[in-house]
C-alpha cells in the first residue's frame, strides 16, 4: 500500500465519526482498486481470495459505538478476477451483504483497499465473506499501531540465480516506519534480515531449483515503538537457467540507414534478460548513428533477438569509422560481450561518369545529358563534319579559280596571235 493510502484513510475515518456523531447513521465509503486492470474473469474458484483486516478504529459516542474498519486482501491468481459485492460470496455477514465492498480482485496481496464504518454494538460479530473465508472485525489490531508490508519481487527468474527482492512496510494512520528490521525468506529457509530505511526494505535472495516459490517478508519494529509487526507474501517462478548471450552486428554498406543486431543463444531453455546499448568508437553517436539504450528479454523457448542501430546521412569525404554495440547487466553468463560497427568511408568526390555528365549537358534545354566520356570515340563530331564541308568547297572553289585561270591565258594567247597576223 502506498502512503497516499494512509492519508485517504485518515480523511475518511475522520469523517465517518463526524457522521455518526451527528446522526448522520453509520457512514460508509470504500476505495477501488486502480483502474487500467486485466479484463476479469466472471467469478474467481472460492478458495482463490481471502479477505483481510488491516486495522480498526472504534470511537464510542454515547450510545454509538462506531467502529470503522480498513480492509484488504489476498488473491491466489495471475490475473484480476471478478465476485460481485452482495452475490454470496462477496458480503458483510450482518444487516446490508453490499457495503461497497470492492468487487474485481488483483493478484498478489492488497492493504487498505476499502474501509466501512459499522456500529459494534448493533452490530456484533460481523464479518467480511470472500469466496468460503469469514474474517471478522473483533480482535483486529488498532490503527495507530497496525502495520502492513507489502512484497515486490519479479514474475520470472533464472534457476541458480538470485532474485532482488522490496518490502514496503506501511501504517494505516501515521507515516512509514524508519527503524526495524525486515527478514526475507524464501520458501521458509533461511531468513536475510535488512534494516528498513524511510519504510522499504531490499534484499537479493538465492534462488536455487526451478518451480514457483514463495517470498515472505516480516518486519519486525523497532523496540519501544509501539507499532506491532507484520508479515506479507508474494510469489515467483524459477526458470531453467539460460546459456551464455552473445552479440553480433550485420555489415554496413554505402547508402545503409540502419544495421541489424542480434543477440542469440545457443540454447532457447529458460528466460533472460540484458541490456543492449551503443558506445563510440571513431564515430560518434547523433553525428555518425543514432544512439540505442535497450532492454532485450528472452522467453523460455526463444534463442534469439534483434534490434536496429539507426545510421545517420554522413558527409562527402567522411573517413571509415566505427562504433560498439556492447551487452551489459545480463541476468545469465555472457559469452561474446561487444560488437564491432563499421562504417564505411563516403568518396570525397563525386564518379567520373557523374562529373563528365555535369560537364557535358544535353541538348535542347532541360534534355538528358550524355554521360559518355569526351574522348570517346562514338560520339558525334558535327563541328568536324562542318570543317570538312567548308574545306571541299574551298577545294572545288580553287578547281574553278585555276581552271578559269588556265583558260584566260590561253584566250589571251590567241588574240596576241591574230593581231600579229593582221598586222
Not at 545517420?312 to 551489459?328: D, E, H, I, N, Y
Not at 559469452?335 to 560537364?359: D, E, F, G, H, I
Amino acid at each position: 500500500m502506498r502512503r497516499p493510502h494512509a492519508l485517504r484513510l485518515a480523511c475518511a475515518l475522520t469523517l465517518a465519526a463526524f457522521g455518526v456523531l451527528v446522526g448522520a447513521g453509520p457512514a460508509l465509503a470504500a476505495a477501488s482498486p486502480a483502474d487500467g486492470t486485466a479484463t476479469a474473469s466472471p467469478s474467481a474458484p472460492a478458495d482463490v481470495l481471502t479477505p483481510l483486516v488491516d486495522c480498526v478504529q472504534d470511537a464510542p459516542l454515547g450510545t454509538v459505538s462506531s467502529r470503522t474498519v480498513v480492509l484488504g486482501y489476498r488473491a491466489a491468481v495471475s490475473t484480476a478476477v471478478t465476485v460481485p459485492a452482495g452475490s454470496g460470496a462477496n458480503d458483510l455477514t450482518v444487516g446490508v451483504a453490499d457495503r461497497g465492498q470492492p468487487s474485481t480482485f488483483e493478484p498478489g496481496e492488497h492493504h487498505g483497499v476499502w474501509l466501512v464504518t459499522v456500529d459494534a454494538a448493533a452490530e456484533p460479530g460481523i464479518a467480511w465473506r470472500l469466496g468460503t473465508t469469514d474474517v471478522g472485525f473483533d480482535g483486529a489490531p488498532a490503527c495507530t499501531t497496525a502495520t502492513a508490508v507489502t512484497v515486490s519481487a519479479p514474475a520470472q527468474v533464472s534457476a541458480g540465480g538470485q532474485a532482488s527482492v522490496s518490502a514496503a512496510v506501511t501504517r494505516m494512520l501515521l507515516g512509514a516506519p524508519d527503524a526495524g528490521t525486515v527478514a526475507f525468506a524464501l520458501d521458509g529457509g533461511a531468513t536475510v534480515a535488512v534494516p528498513v530505511s524511510a519504510g522499504v526494505a531490499r534484499a537479493d535472495l538465492p534462488v536455487p531449483a526451478v518451480g514457483r516459490h514463495t517470498v515472505t517478508a516480516t518486519f519486525q519494529p523497532a523496540a519501544g515503538s509501539g507499532l506491532l509487526s507484520a508479515v506479507g507474501t508474494t510469489t515467483l517462478t524459477a526458470t531453467a537457467a539460460s546459456a551464455p548471450l552473445g552479440v553480433t552486428a550485420d555489415s554496413v554498406v554505402a547508402g545503409s540507414t540502419g544495421v541489424l543486431v542480434t543477440v542469440t543463444r545457443p540454447s532457447p531453455a529458460g528466460t533472460a534478460t540484458v541490456d543492449v546499448m551503443t558506445a563510440d568508437g571513431t564515430a560518434t553517436a547523433g553525428t555518425d548513428y543514432g544512439q540505442l539504450s535497450t532492454v532485450v528479454a528472452f522467453a523460455d523457448g526463444q534463442s534469439s533477438a534483434t534490434v536496429s542501430v539507426p545510421l545517420l546521412s554522413r558527409p562527402a569525404g567522411a573517413p571509415a569509422a566505427t562504433f560498439f554495440v556492447l551487452l551489459q547487466r545480463a541476468s545469465t553468463a555472457v559469452s561474446t560481450a561487444s560488437a564491432t560497427v563499421r562504417l564505411p568511408a563516403v568518396p570525397a568526390t563525386p564518379p567520373a561518369a557523374v562529373t563528365a555528365a555535369a560537364n557535358h549537358p544535353g541538348a535542347g534545354g532541360g534534355g538528358a545529358s550524355s554521360v559518355l566520356p569526351p574522348d570517346d570515340p562514338t560520339a558525334a563530331a558535327p563541328a568536324a563534319a562542318l570543317s570538312g564541308g567548308q574545306d571541299l568547297a574551298v577545294l572545288i572553289g580553287g578547281l574553278l579559280i585555276t581552271g578559269g585561270g588556265i583558260a584566260g591565258v590561253i584566250g589571251l594567247v590567241r588574240a596576241a596571235g591574230m593581231r600579229e597576223a593582221r598586222a
